[in-house]
């Protein structure tokens, strides 16, 4: 099982800021079937990134998806109060296609 | 619009069962796998398997080999996750979620998540 380990577990920011968030293989994803999602408290997940850098649908260019092999990052760039939740990167690749533990964004 | 709608939430004793349906609208439902994932009480997200609506083929976390099944019915594009065995730890949000490529064919992601369904397993 590829374990994702995602860092910060919190990461406290104002909006205008630039957010970095890491997500770390077990082992290294050759191919690109990596993808982020960002959950808002009392909602279902939301599709952000898929094959490491695509952006999903509706989804603004702030948001950027890049890495390769075991280290994957996700900037948000420009922090607007909309962006504050939790963030889960997740491998689909190799089943189980597990998920990070997240990472919780909030405002400082 | 593409939607995935989920049936409401489920209380049950341990050890007894329960199946969720998941029914799909605004798309082809046979080109689109469909995964579903769970969710504990303040936790993160948990991959439980996913179901090909087209052959009926499955595939299954290992966790969950054997205590859930993924089957469909094409006729009403309709996905059901029926969970045996249950025990308080399969407290959790059961989501469907439609993964974004027809046959799985390229990488995109899980692009339609249904409303979640709640499922309490209590004595």
């Known amino acids: 099982e590829i374990v994702l380990t995602q860092s910060p577990g919190t990461l406290s920011l104002s909006p205008g800021e630039r957010a970095t968030l890491s997500c770390r293989a077990s082992?290294?994803?050759?191919?690109?079937?990596f993808a982020w999602y960002q959950q808002k408290p009392g909602q279902a997940p939301r599709l952000l990134i898929y094959?490491?850098?695509r952006r999903a649908t509706g989804i603004p260019d702030r948001f950027r998806g890049s890495g390769s092999g075991a280290n994957l990052t996700l900037t948000i760039s420009r922090l607007e109060a909309g962006d504050f939740a939790v963030y889960y990167c997740?491998?689909?690749?190799?089943?189980?296609?597990?998920f990070g533990q997240g990472t919780k964004l909030e405002i400082k | 619009q593409v939607q995935l709608v989920q049936s409401g939430p489920e209380m049950r004793k341990p050890g007894a069962s329960v199946k969720v349906s998941c029914q799909a609208s605004?798309?082809?439902?046979?080109?689109?796998?469909l995964h579903w994932v769970r969710q504990a009480p303040g936790q993160g997200l948990e991959w439980m398997g996913w179901?090909?609506?087209?052959?009926?083929?499955?595939k299954y976390a290992q966790k969950f080999q054997g205590r859930v099944s993924l089957t469909r019915d094409t006729s009403i594009s309709t996905a059901y996750m029926e969970v045996t065995r249950l025990g308080s730890d399969d407290t959790a949000l059961y989501y469907c979620?439609?993964?974004?490529?027809?046959?799985?064919?390229?990488?995109?992601?899980?692009?339609?998540w249904g409303q979640g369904t709640t499922v309490t397993v209590s004595s």
């Open positions: 979620a439609r993964d974004g490529s027809p046959w799985s064919a390229y990488p995109a992601g899980m692009d339609v």
């Open positions: 997740q491998q689909y690749d190799f089943a189980p296609y597990t």
């Open positions: 082992h290294t994803i050759t191919s690109n079937y």
């Open positions: 179901i090909n609506p087209s052959s009926g083929g499955t």
């Open positions: 094959g490491v850098s």
């Open positions: 605004g798309y082809s439902f046979s080109a689109h796998y």
